[in-house]
């Protein structure tokens, strides 16, 4: 139907510091080897990526015959002077004690604030949409992180869910369909279904983002 609209959010694979358990926003790390086994077809107009590495090269892997847009605003949050450390290295800190107990009012040192992050990933949505809306796209793809999802999810998902309640687990994605006037309206989408995007053949990891 020309009028249905689909995006799909695929979460990047998980990373030698995801598996680590480490906070991973701006800073990169390798995906996990033998991980990256590709469950979906091809079937996507367009993709979109998050300019960080281990976005990139899922988006390779899973889509080698498409070439990516890439947008900035798609990263994760910025964890500032936490980047690559485990909550016991952090635990004792009073701004992480902080951040902890105020997530959406506390930033981390040195990082980002969470009104920052929220800003920068609706102006990437609102290319996106613009962009499907446009061009009269019926399907998209973006691989971005869990951060970005979780955050699109509670402000367009059908069912109204706080922040953290969303399960985002690496090689996962969730496709919203709308109707292209609702998409164009800011609605929330019509359906959410999820999407396999690569077996993960470590079995059940953390979800630290």
């Not at 069912?159 to 164009?184: A, K």
């Not at 999820?194 to 993960?200: F, T």
Request: hydrophobic letters at 35%.
């Amino acid at each position: 139907m020309d009028d249905i609209v689909a995006i799909a959010l695929f979460r990047h694979g998980m990373t030698i510091e995801n598996e680590r358990q480490a906070y991973l926003g701006w800073s990169d790390s390798p995906l996990v080897a033998d991980q990256l086994l590709p469950k979906i077809q091809d079937c996507f107009e367009h993709i979109y990526t998050s300019d960080l590495g281990r976005c990139r090269e899922t988006a390779k892997v899973l889509f080698p015959k498409k070439m990516p847009e890439v947008l900035p605003d798609l990263r994760e949050i910025h964890f500032g002077d936490w980047e690559g450390k485990k909550y016991e290295q952090l635990k004792y800190e009073d701004s992480y004690k902080k951040w902890l107990s105020r997530p959406f009012k506390e930033s981390p040192p040195n990082g980002e604030s969470f009104d920052d992050f929220t800003c920068r990933v609706k102006n990437a949505w609102e290319k996106i949409s613009r962009n499907v809306i446009e061009h009269q796209t019926q399907s998209a793809a973006v691989v971005t992180h869990g951060g970005v999802i979780r955050y699109l999810l509670t402000q367009y998902a059908p069912e109204d869910r706080d922040f953290w309640d969303w399960r985002i687990p690496y090689g996962r994605g969730y496709q919203l369909t709308w109707s292209r006037e609702g998409l164009r309206r800011k609605e929330r989408c019509i359906s959410l279904q999820e999407v396999p995007l690569m077996a993960n053949q470590s079995g059940s990891r953390s979800n630290i983002i």
